[in-house]
């Protein structure tokens, strides 16, 4: 493998996003595992439902931005 053609700029920006999920899982996982839960999917769904429901509840368009941020 030629390092000399592997790009900086490519790497950078995926090991930064690779650092932030990790950075944002560990405490997660942390928090599942002391606590036992089983169905954590379930549990951020119904986060994510909340915040859609309240972006409703405040007026946001339903196709806008805003509502994907919620």
Known sequence: MNLN???ISI???ALAAGLLVTSTHVPLGMQ???RGIVF???AIA???GCGV???DQFG???EGIAV???
């Open 11 to 13: 790497l950078l920006p």
């Open 60 to 62: 946001f368009e339903a």
């Open 53 to 55: 429901l309240l972006a």
């Open 40 to 42: 954590i999917d379930l």
């Open 32 to 34: 599942v595992l002391a």
């Open 46 to 48: 119904q986060i994510a």
């Open 68 to 70: 994907q941020i919620a």
């Open 5 to 7: 053609a592997i790009s």
